[in-house]
């Protein structure tokens, strides 16, 4: 089974300033990671898969990075609102499984 | 706009059995994979099993924990997704998000419901 690790588990940023979280897969998995965030209350929204295609509506100061084991969420210059949890999610084809990281919380310095 | 509304969560006895639905909306339904995920009260986030489309065969996979117990089935006719869960844990207590599953590659969820809570406890 593949084991997905972020770090840090916290991460605390001031507004204006470029916030990068990572990922890491056990094993290889290519491309096929994706990342999410999570606010209080709320269902998880999509923000990258294919480890750096931008989903539909993302801002273009989240981006993605990485391939293999290794992968960056990278927000380039923090607004109010993306203060949030982020989790990466990686998929494997055989059995298929999809696993998640335990999270990242990016809060307000 | 998509929506996915999911329904039928509840309290319920460990070794009870409770049927989730998910109505959606927004797009052609019997042409996307589908996929319930999961979260336990202030964790993270679990995928529970997704069903192709019928086209692709209607084959459903599950994860480990709930293979045996869970089962999701379509109706296209009513563009709603079914999570039958059944041998209830207490640690099956979380908040169950229907999804889409991505069109490139099926390895992401793209859309997400707003989540039904389900809680066992005796």
């Known amino acids: 089974e593949i084991v997905m690790t972020q770090s840090p588990a916290t991460l605390s940023v001031s507004p204006g300033e470029r916030a990068t979280l990572s990922c890491r897969a056990s094993q290889s998995i290519s491309s096929n990671l994706a990342w999410y965030q999570q606010k209080p209350g709320q269902a998880p929204r999509l923000l990258i898969y294919g480890a750096s295609t931008r989903a539909t509506g993302i801002p273009a100061r989240f981006s993605g990075s990485g391939s293999g084991t290794e992968f960056t969420l990278t927000i380039s210059s923090l607004q109010s609102e993306d203060f949030a949890v982020y989790y990466c999610?990686?998929?494997?084809?055989?059995?298929?499984?999809?696993?998640f990281g335990q999270g990242t919380k990016l809060e307000i310095k | 706009e998509v929506q996915l509304v999911e329904s039928g969560g509840g309290l319920l006895k460990p070794g009870g059995s409770l049927r989730l639905s998910c109505a959606a909306s927004?797009?052609?339904?019997?042409?996307?994979?589908m996929s319930w995920v999961r979260q336990a009260p202030g964790k993270g986030l679990e995928w529970i099993g997704r069903?192709?489309?019928?086209?692709?065969?209607?084959?459903?996979d599950y994860a480990a924990p709930v293979k045996g117990r869970f089962t999701i089935s379509r109706d296209d006719s009513k563009n709603t997704l079914f999570l039958q869960m059944n041998s209830l844990k207490i640690e099956d207590t979380a908040v169950y998000y229907c999804t889409t599953v991505g069109v490139m590659g099926a390895t992401y969820f793209d859309y997400w419901g707003q989540g039904t809570l389900v809680t066992v406890s005796s």
């Open positions: 999610q990686q998929f494997n084809d055989w059995p298929p499984r999809y696993t």
């Open positions: 069903i192709k489309t019928e086209t692709d065969g209607g084959t459903t």
């Open positions: 927004g797009f052609t339904f019997s042409n996307a994979w």
